[in-house]
């Protein structure tokens, strides 16, 4: 008996989640329509409907449509936008980045703070202050609701293990954020998010595997395997910037490594043509000038970069043979032809393999999207779920 009313129980928990996911993926929706789609008796569907709306989660629109068939109109339905906000913060070198989205994935705010040569300490002092900033300004039920770190470096069970940019100093994210909020706060490796955001919002969301690589102060790769993030058993997954790209020996025959971000990152290539040109302090804005006024040092850097971008996308493809690949770089969004160029010298590698690459649109935002989609499906209680979120519209997220 007791066994037979767990499996009840655990039968409406699972119900009410399939509901809660095709309201949320077929706004707006009816019981009818719900009642269809999950082949589920229409009292059934009631019952789990009125239990989503006694805890806020659902908001009515009114009457839609009848069918050819006649009878009664159906009533609408959605996610309620004003149950609450989730928040996620990617933390990067240069800037910290905050997203602001209600329950349903849509954008609230957003918005680029400069945090250049800030520690971690005034980092999170910035963040509080920006979370006290938008507890003022909320006007729905709940308020917030979860929050998401996007670290670049390598994270595990909710820990950063790693960060090469950024000096953690024993500062623990989540349980800072979560004393101080009590809220669920999740940390995720940035690649990572760059590949959910290509599965739930962008061109992943029909493919069965997809990887996005990252290309920014490092390398790394975000890899989504038959739909679900693939992390590895420690983490380490997708940290391809560090696979060995050659051997350099010393004059006693010691070999050191040169990795392939080493000579393929953003900084890298930065860092190569201050060298070669005698210059200081350049950043992204100066190689894309300098490339588009035909700068010849420039333009060699990065046919080197175009070459081992390439290569790199060869040796993952033979590792994983995802569907497609997806590349998340500022300096490519800035000047698209080298996506051409990879793309030419990848087929050449690979004999003509026709798989896509293709450019992560806006990639300023992918990881803090994937990152709402993270802290969304924690909240909503539906991990591995599948969620489709719709992308942003550009008047969203205009700082």
């Not at 269809?36 to 409907?49: C, R």
Request: some cysteine.
């Amino acid at each position: 008996m007791v066994r037979r009313s767990m499996n009840r129980n655990q039968l409406h928990d699972q119900n009410l989640k399939f509901v809660l996911q095709q309201i949320f993926n077929n706004h707006p929706t009816s019981r009818i329509e719900i009642s269809h789609q999950l082949h589920l008796n229409k009292s059934t569907v009631s019952s789990l409907y009125n239990t989503l709306m006694a805890e806020g989660y659902l908001t009515e629109l009114g009457l839609g449509e009848a069918s050819t068939a006649g009878g009664r109109k159906p009533t609408l339905v959605e996610i309620n936008q004003n149950y609450g906000y989730t928040l996620t913060f990617d933390l990067g070198y240069r800037h910290l980045h905050a997203l602001a989205t209600r329950l349903d994935g849509h954008v609230w705010q957003y918005d680029r703070i400069e945090t250049k040569d800030q520690s971690i300490h005034e980092m999170v002092t910035r963040i509080q202050q920006y979370i006290a900033d938008t507890q003022a300004a909320d006007t729905s039920s709940n308020g917030l609701l979860g929050i998401c770190f996007s670290i670049h470096g390598i994270v595990m069970n909710n820990k950063v293990v790693t960060s090469p940019f950024i000096k953690m100093d024993g500062v623990d994210l989540e349980q800072v954020f979560t004393d101080a909020y009590q809220v669920p706060v999740v940390l995720e490796n940035e690649a990572n998010l760059s590949a959910v955001y290509e599965r739930d919002f962008n061109g992943a969301r029909n493919l069965n595997s997809a990887v996005t690589i990252s290309i920014h102060r490092g390398i790394g790769a975000g890899v989504i395997l038959h739909r679900d993030l693939f992390r590895g058993e420690h983490g380490d997954a997708g940290e391809i910037g560090r696979t060995v790209a050659s051997l350099q020996f010393d004059d006693a025959g010691n070999a050191r490594p040169i990795h392939t971000e080493d000579i393929c990152s953003e900084d890298a290539i930065i860092q190569q043509v201050e060298e070669h040109k005698q210059l200081r302090d350049l950043d992204r804005d100066d190689i894309v000038r300098l490339y588009k006024d035909g700068d010849s040092e420039t333009t060699r850097i990065l046919k080197t970069f175009v070459t081992g971008i390439a290569g790199l996308i060869y040796n993952t493809m033979r590792t994983l043979d995802p569907d497609a690949f997806f590349i998340n770089s500022p300096l490519i969004e800035e000047l698209p032809g080298i996506l051409d160029d990879i793309r030419i010298a990848y087929r050449k590698l690979s004999e003509n393999d026709d798989r896509g690459i293709e450019l992560t649109n806006n990639a300023r935002l992918a990881t803090v999207l994937g990152g709402c989609s993270l802290i969304t499906h924690r909240v909503l209680n539906l991990n591995g779920y599948e969620l489709n979120f719709d992308r942003p519209k550009a008047k969203d997220t205009e700082i």
